[in-house]
Antibody, heavy 124, light 107 residues
Framework: QVQLQESGPGLVKPSETLSLTCTVS????????WSWIRQPPGKGLEWIGY???????NYNPSLKSRVTISVDTSKNQFSLKLSSVTAADTAVYYC??????????????????WGKGTTVTVSS | DIQMTQSPSSLSASVGDRVTITCRAS??????LNWYQQKPGKAPKLLIY???SLQSGVPSRFSGSGSGTDFTLTISSLQPEDFATYYC?????????FGQGTRLEIK
């Protein structure tokens, strides 16, 4: 049973860089895509970006200039860095496995395993 | 960006009711649509993928339908544990987007 656990500082100062790590246990990080998603207080879900275990990435266009996602297969971890944060970046941050399946000649993807989430507050 | 719009934003229902939640995409997304359930303080949980495929372990009272721009999530007989917020998510583009959520409350 694959499990994900987010870790990192719960408080970040404005203009600094938010850094989080997701540790994958119960399975290998290899051969999968891994995503970061966030949820501001009382609001909906926003996809931040994903990384393939090989290192290729794709980011939300609205955050692309500030986001870096990296992977460390030796530690079975992947990480998120979000630079120049403001109060608008205050949210619960989730990591998730993005599974891709083939069916009827099409490729579908969905987030099937999620971490419990970690709250990050941006404040001085 | 593909915009996803859910209706209603909130819904009150009773245990045993049949409930339908709608999700509309701003362009055709074929059957590239997923549904998630989120309870307060918890991570989202995958219910339905590819518009109508039930995720393993999800009760059969949940079902999904639709194609193109219009999709529905149906709960055939509401159980107490189903009161939660539900999100649709498109996987047509390489940048997934979510609906704003539908909060299902006890009447």
């Amino acid at each position: 049973q694959v499990q994900l656990q987010e870790s990192g500082p719960g408080l970040v100062k404005p203009s600094e860089t938010l850094s989080l790590t997701c540790t994958v246990s119960g399975g290998s990080i290899s051969s999968y895509y891994w995503s970061w998603i966030r949820q501001p207080p009382g609001k909906g879900l926003e996809w931040i970006g994903y990384i393939y275990y090989s290192g290729s990435t794709n980011y939300n266009p609205s955050l692309k200039s500030r986001v870096t996602i990296s992977v460390d297969t030796s530690k079975n971890q992947f990480s998120l860095k979000l630079s120049s944060v403001t109060a608008a970046d205050t949210a619960v941050y989730y990591c998730a496995r993005q599974l891709i399946i083939a069916a009827a000649g099409k490729y579908y993807y969905y987030m099937d395993v999620w971490g419990k989430g970690t709250t990050v507050t941006v404040s001085s | 960006d593909i915009q996803m719009t859910q209706s209603p934003s909130s819904l009150s229902a009773s245990v045993g009711d049949r409930v339908t939640i709608t999700c509309r995409a701003s362009q055709s997304i074929s059957s590239y649509l997923n549904w998630y359930q989120q309870k307060p303080g918890k991570a989202p949980k995958l219910l339905i993928y590819a518009a109508s495929s039930l995720q393993s372990g999800v009760p059969s009272r949940f079902s999904g339908s639709g194609s193109g721009t219009d999709f529905t999530l149906t709960i055939s007989s509401l159980q107490p544990e189903d009161f939660a917020t539900y999100y649709c998510q498109q996987s047509y583009s390489t940048s997934p987007t979510f609906g704003q959520g539908t909060r299902l409350e006890i009447k």
